[in-house]
């Protein structure tokens, strides 16, 4: 035979094991959802950053759109494995500006959260000019 103090003490036990069970899944999708932004941050930044790369492959004097397209994707492949899908990158030169842009979307630890990520570099073109305006 339990004592009626015993009995309160069981009942008191049972509410906190419940609040555990309710406060364990919200605590755990919190966490996953900061690791899921700490993601799409460091994406956004290696997205950026190849955006930049490329834009100054394809700006150079001999550089070509093209240059500049295989440069952001050589420094996506190494910079992003397994963190970006649906990748395009697009570029193109004319004769006074570079443009390399990247779009993709985010993959984490939330499988049915995949933000898009993208970035455009707009750089101008090198070229030689004479120094005395002939």
């Known amino acids: 035979m339990t004592a009626p103090g015993n009995l309160r003490r069981l009942a008191g036990e ?9 406060a364990a899944p919200v605590m755990l999708l919190m966490l996953m ?3 899921h932004a700490a993601l ?3 994406a956004s930044a290696v997205v ?11 700006r150079a004097e001999s550089g070509t759109s093209d240059a500049g397209a295989a440069r952001a994707n050589a420094l996506l492949d190494t910079l992003s494995e397994g963190l970006l899908s649906e ?3 697009d570029a193109s030169r004319t004769a006074t500006s ?7 979307r985010v993959l984490g630890p939330v499988p049915w959260l995949a933000p ?3 970035a455009s570099v707009t750089s101008p073109v090198e070229r030689v000019v004479d120094p005395a305006g002939a």
Do not use: E, F, K, N
């Open 98 to 104: 570079a443009t390399v842009g990247i779009r993709a």
């Open 14 to 22: 049972r509410g906190s094991t419940a609040s555990l069970v309710v």
């Open 48 to 58: 950026q950053a190849a955006a930049r790369d490329g834009a100054r492959a394809a």
């Open 116 to 118: 898009p990520v993208s």
């Open 87 to 89: 990748r395009s990158v």
């Open 40 to 42: 799409y941050l460091h």
């Open 33 to 35: 959802l900061v690791v």
